[in-house]
């Protein structure tokens, strides 16, 4: 997929390329290790106790030592439910990052310079892009996040998986569509979250490149950069909307066998269309930056270099 070779190129950046560290770095001050304030050997002992004496004292307060678990769990539960809106919302930053850092380049007359460099403008511009991305400290966090969300996801579906084979070997009469759409969705809804976050900030790469490539204002750069983000990411999603909530609602008692079909299909088509849109964009980007390169900017000297 395309969008997994370009993924490549922003997930795993070369940090010896030049332009990549000159935009990674701007504004970052040098790590200074913090030194550790030095703890009285006593200090432990006496929050022990001053935590007996406060519970029995006010036996009420017991009750948090219950809620602060159960809103932790609480949180880890519901993450991968605020996750797609945080990687939208995040791309969406990202997408006016790269346009306002390029505009700013050109106010300076430097953005030239730049593009000017023997890697091309194509991946100067690239480069540039994965600098402003990696500079903001949303990046990391949102990629952990997914990660996490996906472990557990897939342990869960491991042990659904083993519960399944188990039912299956003891009532192998009884195994039919319901349990396979048990086991096929949740692997369907694994995919689109790890798609979710690759292809929404390869989407807003491109996209603040593109919006960036021509000689508009900042403000009309950002207005045209910041619809055609919100409008390309959300269409594949309201045309899988279209297709399948009519389904749900309007067809009566429908085959249990239909009803996965639509489903899967209407995550695929999430996909699918995002994918589709990369690639026409990218194809456009190309032509913008007058590149005709075959490959994906960076990713064959990313190659020779690990070899």
């Known amino acids: 997929m395309l969008s997994l070779q370009l993924w490549r190129t922003i997930a795993e950046a070369d940090i010896h390329d030049p332009i990549f560290r000159r935009v990674s770095q701007i504004h970052k001050p040098p790590r200074q290790t913090p030194a550790r304030p030095s703890r009285p050997r006593l200090l432990v002992p006496l929050f022990a106790l001053a935590s007996t004496c406060l519970f029995i004292v006010a036996p009420q307060l017991l009750v948090a030592v219950l809620i602060v678990p159960f809103m932790l769990i609480t949180l880890v539960v519901a993450a991968p439910l605020l996750l797609p809106v945080l990687i939208w919302l995040a791309g969406a930053f990202y997408t006016g990052e790269i346009i306002s850092g390029i505009q700013r380049e050109k106010q300076q007359n430097t953005y030239d310079l730049i593009c000017a460099s023997t890697q091309g403008k194509l991946n100067a511009s690239w480069s ?25 996801g897939l342990a869960a579906l491991g042990g659904l998986s083993l519960f399944v084979l188990l039912f299956a070997l003891s009532d192998p009469a009884g195994f039919g569509i319901a349990q396979f759409r048990l086991l096929l969705l949740p692997l369907l809804l694994a995919a689109l979250t790890f798609s979710n976050l690759t292809q929404t900030f390869v ?40 297709i399948y909530l009519p389904f749900r609602f309007f067809v009566f008692e429908p085959p249990l066998l239909a009803v996965l079909a639509v489903e899967a299909f209407a995550l695929l088509l999430i996909i699918a269309g995002r994918e589709l849109t990369i690639m026409a964009l990218w194809s456009a980007l190309k032509q913008r930056m007058n590149s005709r390169l075959g490959h994906i900017p960076l990713l064959t000297r990313q190659v020779l270099l690990a070899q």
């Open 128 to 152: 540039f892009a994965t600098g402003m991305l990696h500079r903001g400290g949303y990046f990391l966090p949102l990629r952990w996040g997914t990660r996490v969300s996906l472990r557990f």
């Open 203 to 242: 989407l807003s790469h491109i996209i603040g490149l593109l919006a960036s490539s021509f000689d508009w204002a900042q403000r009309d750069a950002m207005l045209v950069g910041l619809l055609a983000y919100a409008l390309l990411h959300t269409l594949p999603l309201a045309v899988a909307g279209l």
